[in-house]
C-alpha cells in the first residue's frame, strides 16, 4: 500500500464552498488519505457539514475547537498528523481530482522533501486566472528555493502552503504563527531550512478562490493588513543572517508587502481615517527608492508603481484603476 497522506483542512464559515473543497479531496485517485478538518469555532452549519462529510467517508477526522485563527487550527492538524506525507487545503478552495497522486509520483520519483504543483485563480463570477507558462525545476540549494519562490516569476500560489506535498520530516517540528495572517510568509522559512530537494512544476492542480470576505477584501481597515510587512521583514532578518546571496530577493518582497498594504489600505471604506499608516510605509518607499531602482527582482512595471507611490499615491491608485479597467 502507498504512504499514508494526511490533509489538513482548517474551516471557519465557508458553509457555501465546504462541500466543493471536500469532494474535490474525498475524490482524489490518491485513496490512502487522512483528511483531517478542524472547525476552528464555525458559526454557520460549517462545523455540521464537517460532521455530515466524517460520517460519509471513514478517512475523515474532525476536531471542533473555539476559533483560533487559521495558524492554531493548522497546528492542530500537524500535532495527530499521522501521515508520511502533508498537505493542506484551504476550505474554501479545491483541488484536481489527480493532486495528491501527482505530487506523490513527483515526490517519489525524484527523491523530493516538497514537491509543488502551480494553481489558478478563480473568481466568483466564473473567471479564471492561470500563472504564466514555465518549465518545471528541481532544486537542491536552499538559497535558490528561497529565490525562485520569493521571485515568483511564474505567478500563483508560490509562498503558500496548500499547492505543496512535505515529506512529514520536513515540517513535523514546524509551527504556524498563530495571532497573524500571512500565515504562509511566516511558516515559508521554517519548511525551507529543513529540505534538501524541491520541485516546482507547471501543472495547475490547485484551485484558489477569490472571494470578498478573505483578509485582502476588507471592508473596513484592520491591524492585521499589516502582517505581511512583519512577515517579511521578519524573512529579511533571517536571510540576512544566514542567506546573503537572496537578501536582494528578500528586500524585493518586502517593497511588494509595502505596496500592496498601501492598495489594501486604500480598498478600505475609512482609508482616509488612516492616512498616517499609508504615509509612513510611503516614506519608507521613498528612502529605498534608488534600491528599488537597482533591485534586479523588480520588473521595470513594478518600478514605475515604485516611483508613482513615492511621488504620490493618489496618482498611483488612479493610474492602476485605469489601466486595470
Known amino acids: ?43 454557520d452549519n460549517s462545523g455540521k457539514i464537517c460532521d455530515e462529510y466524517a460520517g460519509k467517508d471513514n478517512r475523515i477526522k474532525v476536531i471542533h475547537k473555539p476559533n483560533g485563527g487559521l495558524s492554531d487550527a493548522r ?42 504543483c502551480a494553481s489558478c485563480d478563480v473568481y466568483e463570477n466564473g473567471t479564471v486566472k492561470t500563472p504564466k507558462d514555465f518549465k518545471t525545476i528541481f532544486i537542491n540549494k536552499k538559497e535558490e528555493i528561497i529565490k525562485n519562490l520569493f521571485a515568483n516569476q511564474a505567478g500563483g500560489l508560490a509562498i503558500s502552503v496548500c499547492n505543496k506535498l512535505f515529506k512529514k520530516k520536513v515540517i513535523k517540528n ?36 477569490q472571494h470578498m470576505h478573505s483578509i485582502t477584501h476588507q471592508q473596513l481597515y484592520k491591524p492585521k493588513i499589516s502582517d505581511v510587512i512583519e512577515a517579511y521583514l521578519s524573512n529579511l532578518d533571517i536571510i540576512s543572517k544566514k542567506y546573503l546571496k537572496c537578501v536582494d530577493v528578500a528586500k524585493a518582497r518586502l517593497y511588494w508587502a509595502y505596496r500592496i498594504t498601501i492598495e489594501r489600505i486604500y480598498a478600505c471604506k475609512d482609508y482616509k481615517e488612516n492616512a498616517l499608516i499609508v504615509k509612513k510605509i510611503q516614506n519608507k518607499l521613498r528612502k529605498n527608492l534608488i534600491d528599488i531602482l537597482k533591485n534586479k527582482y523588480i520588473s521595470f512595471k513594478g518600478k514605475v508603481s515604485y516611483v508613482l507611490i513615492a511621488l504620490n499615491i493618489e496618482l498611483y491608485m488612479l493610474v492602476k484603476k485605469s489601466v486595470k479597467g
Open 1 to 43: 500500500m502507498k504512504p499514508l497522506i494526511s490533509v489538513i483542512i482548517p474551516v471557519y464559515n465557508v458553509e457555501n464552498y465546504l462541500k466543493k473543497c471536500l469532494e474535490s479531496i474525498i475524490n482524489q485517485t490518491y485513496k490512502n488519505l487522512e483528511i483531517i478538518l478542524i472547525n476552528d469555532g464555525s458559526t
Open 75 to 116: 497546528n492542530a492538524g500537524l500535532e495527530i498528523a499521522k501521515g508520511e506525507y502533508i498537505g493542506f487545503v484551504d476550505s474554501d478552495d479545491y483541488i484536481a481530482e489527480d493532486m495528491y497522486e501527482f505530487l506523490y509520483n513527483l515526490a517519489v520519483d525524484n527523491d523530493l522533501d516538497v514537491a509543488m
Open 174 to 209: 514546524c509551527k504556524f504563527t498563530v495571532g497573524k495572517t500571512s500565515e504562509d510568509v511566516f511558516f515559508v522559512l521554517k519548511w525551507i531550512e529543513n529540505t534538501d530537494k524541491f520541485c516546482r512544476t507547471s501543472d495547475v492542480k490547485y484551485y484558489y478562490v
